[in-house]
């Protein structure tokens, strides 16, 4: 046991595996947590009959470090596994599939020109050839995609169809991130790795990840942090049920959003808080109905033209009911906040919705707007470089703070998981 008291702030995955991390290394360990539960954008809760993710549904496989944490946590054989991930993407005229993890069966995808494939089959074999340096948890391994835009890399590596009938539906879409506003880094460092990899999907839910991170840690749900006051030990000052408390601690794991770390970091270095002023994130709104009786199962993704406010549209069928997802494109998600109609999502979408189901014109049994501030850091060209200097200097000498998330790393639940566990390594190298 070290005699050393470290505070995690945040119970998202990041800072669960890190608290995670410094308890095996012997470090005393708390996790404070604003909200009522743990897991951050992992997890899911029950409205109405509905199920709904607070965030993430996929984890992927071609993590090492996600890998060998289900492992640890016993959870590699709780999961169901999908090689084959598809959906229907719409365009006005037609449709086509869109698949998620490239195959074979991807070069043979409808509406592209005979150029564009062959263009298409050398970037596969580039992206291929990539998996060696590609760190698929850090988006900064690749340097030379964070120089651009994925769309003017799309446009240049294989052509304007390839952007606007998979990368657009893909990352405009369902991740909320245009690849107008995106670096290559995300798709480069990830796509390498994607050919013949699984997502996966708990049997208990997304939940069951920060539950078994959480196993064993000292926790402490509804404090927020207020203040980080470094000194001779570190003052994290919090909120609780409208009481001030002042928890004492020789070292901070700051694990919250890194938008929201200078709301509560005063005594910063200019590099970082320079560093701190470019993190922000793309937000997301959805709407969830609960319809009585069975409507086939259906995932659609949406091209520019026939997108209309909505990224993509999902029929998941259950025993009695079907539940309907209706997840908004950016340009909805600008409007809702303009028109200050977060939440009433279902309102300012709900022609669009009849239009794509036109059950829920009969009346649905629920509804619920699904309003996340903070859906995914969002990465322009320049992002990486920032982020991997900084993480070097937080490598380099010891300090009071360190920080880690997916705004750190990659800005998946993998990236956090690896983001989480490096600062904790980095803590430990510094002070053990
Ligand atoms: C809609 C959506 C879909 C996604 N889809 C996927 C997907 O399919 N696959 C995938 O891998 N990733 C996906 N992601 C991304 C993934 O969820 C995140 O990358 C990951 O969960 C980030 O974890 P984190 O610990 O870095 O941050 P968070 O989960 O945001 O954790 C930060 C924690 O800090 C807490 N906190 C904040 N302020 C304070 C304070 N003042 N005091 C105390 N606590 C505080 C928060 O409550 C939160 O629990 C998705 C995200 C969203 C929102």
Redesign the pocket.
């Known amino acids: 046991m070290i005699n050393k008291k470290v505070i995690v ?9 890190a608290a995670r991390t410094l308890k095996t290394q012997g470090f005393s360990v708390s996790v ?4 009522q539960t ?5 997890g899911t809760f029950d409205v109405d009959g509905m199920t709904i ?8 496989s071609f993590s090492p470090a996600l890998n060998t944490l289900l492992g640890e946590l016993s959870l590699t054989d709780q999961v169901h596994r999908h090689r084959q991930l598809s959906a229907n993407c719409v365009g006005v005229n037609k449709d086509w599939p869109i698949h998620l993890m490239p195959s074979v069966k991807s070069a043979f995808m409808p509406g592209l020109g005979i150029g564009e494939r062959i263009r298409l089959a050398r970037h596969a074999a580039q992206l291929w050839q990539l998996r060696k340096r590609a760190n698929p948890d850090d988006a900064a391994s690749v340097p030379e995609a964070d120089r651009q835009t994925l769309a003017d890399f799309a446009l240049k590596k294989v052509g304007p169809n390839f952007l606007k009938n998979v990368l657009e539906p893909l990352f405009g879409g369902a ?2 991130w245009p690849p107008q506003d995106i670096s290559a880094a995300f798709y480069l460092t990830t796509s390498p790795h994607m050919f013949g990899a699984e ?1 996966m999907h708990p049997h208990k839910g997304m939940g069951a990840l920060p539950e078994a991170l959480s196993v064993g840690l000292e926790v402490e749900t509804g ?4 203040a980080i006051v470094e000194g001779q030990r570190c003052q994290v000052v ?1 909120e609780t049920a409208g009481q001030e408390i002042v928890h004492e601690a020789d070292y901070v794991v700051c ?3 890194g938008d ?1 770390v200078l ?2 970091v005063d005594n910063i270095d200019e590099g970082d808080r320079s560093f701190f002023e470019q993190v922000h994130y793309t937000a ?1 709104g ?1 709407v969830h109905a609960l319809l009585k009786g069975h409507l086939e199962e259906k995932m659609s993704f949406f091209d520019r033209d026939a997108a209309r406010g909505v990224s993509v549209y999902q029929q998941d069928p259950k025993a009695e009911h079907t539940q309907i997802y209706v ?1 908004l494109d950016p340009a909805s998600v600008a409007l809702a906040r303009l028109k200050g109609m977060q939440d009433q999502l279902d309102t300012l979408m709900a022609d669009r919705m009849h239009e794509l189901c036109p059950a829920l014109l009969d009346g649905g049994v629920a509804t619920y707007n ?1 309003w ?1 501030e ?4 969002l990465f322009p060209p320049g992002y990486c470089a920032e982020m991997r200097a900084f993480r070097d200097r937080q490598a380099k000498s010891p300090r009071q703070v360190y920080y ?4 750190l790393a ?8 690896a ?2 566990q490096t600062a904790a390594h980095t803590l430990s190298r510094h002070w053990a």
């Open positions: 702030i945040g119970g998202g995955v990041a800072g669960l595996a404070l947590e604003q909200q743990l897991g951050g954008r992992v993710n607070k965030g993430a549904r996929l984890l992927y991740r909320s997502v404090v927020q942090v207020k919090s694990a919250v959003p929201l709301t509560m997301y959805a997840q699904q996340i903070r859906m995914l850091p880690c998330g997916d705004y990659q800005a998946l639940v993998s990236g956090a998981v983001s989480g």
